[in-house]
């Protein structure tokens, strides 16, 4: 198998939060898409001793002012050459407008040269039918919406932006059309689709045509029964990478690359499954689903293996199960880069 990279040089601004231990945003993000080739500069929105889903953390927020300071201290010294800007979680309403301000100046040095930068904003808010950030988030997240070029919300999220109650895939479509229509968002993938008892989780996409329609794949793989943190931006960080490998490789004429349209849209013959979209959505789920399957079977094992030994944690056992299963679902990187180098395709998207 070759090591040649899989994307052309690129330069990506991963504007997420950061833990010391495990694999969540930044964390997560920066070493997938280092892992792949690309160069990542990474603006940490928080900076914790681990992700919260461990119900204790310790460690600080960035503030507005900090981000649009360290941002202007990149633009002092040069170096907001990005072809990428990927934003995950910030922790604050300001927080989100300052990186919509960065997005706006990004966009704004490459208006001359079309493709040539790509947003995209993963709208961390909640899950499960919860928010897990302030209400104002929501509005400053809808005002920018038009300015992305995709957007990665998950089930519970692409229900607070369309406004559409999500009950079944004729309620997602007509939420994703919504959202294409009224803010003209060029791409959107809802990451985790889930209906009833289910034991497949389902991923929808969709890339409009110029008229606003859109063109819907989907991809079905199992459901893993596992607490896992950090999937969706692992997903993220892939789909910067199998997209931007997917445009740079695809012409629309003999004289044009897709890499020089204007967000990637691809022509309006091109139907939903032979999007660049759904093509990098296909190599995405697969170097996850491996991934997160040999996770599942070594935190078991680990898990086994602390009960029959001693440990020398402290307090409750309740609390220390809880602190036990949570480290053993930490996403297994470092040991499985061949699955995110050379993914086996088994899931394929299928047109809705």
Same mark, same amino acid.
């Given at each position: ?162 406004? $559409?109650?999500?009950?079944? !895939?004729?309620?997602? +479509?007509? &939420?994703?059309?919504? =959202?294409?229509?009224? %803010?003209? *968002? ?83 013959? $091109?139907?939903?499954?032979? !999007?660049?979209?759904? +093509?990098? &959505?296909?190599?995405? =789920?697969?170097?996850? %689903?491996? *991934? ?61």
């Amino acid at each position: 198998m070759s090591s040649d990279p899989p994307v052309p040089e690129t330069r990506v601004l991963a504007i997420a939060s950061h833990v010391v231990y495990g694999y969540v945003g930044n964390t997560m993000a920066a070493f997938v898409m280092q892992v792949l080739g690309c160069e990542v500069a990474a603006l940490n929105t928080v900076q914790f001793s681990n992700h919260t889903g461990y119900k204790q953390f310790r460690g600080t927020r960035t503030s507005a002012d900090e981000i649009r300071d360290i941002y202007d201290g990149l633009k002092r010294s040069y170096l907001t050459d990005f072809d990428v800007m990927l934003s995950g979680y910030a922790p604050s309403a300001d927080a989100v407008e300052a990186i919509g301000s960065i997005a706006r100046d990004l966009r704004f040095k490459s208006s001359l040269k079309p493709g040539s930068f790509f947003w995209v904003l993963d709208p961390v808010m909640g899950d499960q039918g919860k928010l897990y950030v302030n209400e104002n988030v929501v509005p400053v997240y809808k005002k920018l919406l038009r300015e992305a070029d995709l957007i990665l919300p998950n089930q519970f999220e692409a229900e607070v932006l369309s406004g $559409v109650k999500i009950t079944s !895939l004729s309620t997602l +479509k007509e &939420a994703i059309t919504k =959202l294409h229509q009224e %803010h003209r *968002i060029p791409h959107i993938i809802v990451t985790s689709v889930s209906f009833g008892e289910s034991k497949e989780l389902c991923v929808v996409g969709s890339t409009r045509r110029t008229d606003g329609t859109p063109r819907f794949f989907c991809i079905n793989v199992p459901y893993i029964d596992y607490f896992f943190s950090g999937t969706g931006d692992m997903f993220a960080a892939l789909i910067v990478v199998r997209l931007r490998e997917a445009v740079s490789s695809t012409k629309i004429s003999d004289t044009e690359e897709l890499s020089s349209v204007t967000s990637w849209i691809s022509p309006d013959d $091109v139907d939903a499954l032979h !999007l660049p979209l759904a +093509k990098a &959505a296909e190599k995405v =789920l697969a170097s996850m %689903h491996t *991934i997160l399957e040999k996770t599942k079977e070594t935190g078991d094992r680990a898990l086994a293996d602390q009960t029959s030994g001693a440990s020398d944690m402290e307090g409750s056992s309740e609390n220390l199960l809880y602190l036990r299963q949570t480290k053993a679902a930490e996403v297994r990187l470092v040991r499985n880069l061949d699955d995110l180098r050379h993914p086996v395709v088994n899931y394929k998207a299928e047109a809705l």
